[in-house]
Nanobody, 115 residues
Framework: QVQLVASGGGLVQAGGSLRLSCAAS????????MGWYRQAPGKQRELVAT???????NYADSVKGRFTISRDNAKNTMYLQMNSLKPEDTAVYYC?????????WGQGTQVTVSS
């Protein structure tokens, strides 16, 4: 089972940027779908963005045009570039890999956006 370690979170002012990283313990080349999710206090975990092995991406409407998901198979790492951050982006961000037989999850990294 692949292990995922998320990093890059922090405190940033509204309008600022952060880049999250998700490092995998083994090759991600054969993992078809990976993604980022987030969970704000008192809310359910929600999808932020996904990226397929072929490079196709999908974004939640709330982050389209501001966030960019990418993956570097050679480095076994997935990224989430977050620009024009808003206070409502404040949440714990989790990375995910759709592996068989069960999905893998990172431990989460806190992103806090101050107004």
């Amino acid at each position: 089972q692949v292990q995922l370690v998320a990093s890059g979170g922090g405190l940033v002012q509204a309008g600022g940027s952060l880049r999250l990283s998700c490092a995998a313990s083994r090759t991600i080349y054969r993992i078809n779908l990976m993604g980022w999710y987030r969970q704000a206090p008192g809310k359910q975990r929600e999808l932020v963005a996904t990226i397929a092995s072929g490079g196709n991406t999908n974004y939640a409407d709330s982050v389209k045009g501001r966030f960019t998901i990418s993956r570097d198979n050679a480095k076994n790492t997935m990224y989430l570039q977050m620009n024009s951050l808003k206070p409502e982006d404040t949440a714990v961000y989790y990375c995910n890999a759709e592996t068989w037989p069960i999905p893998a999850w990172g431990q989460g990294t806190q992103v806090t956006v101050s107004s």
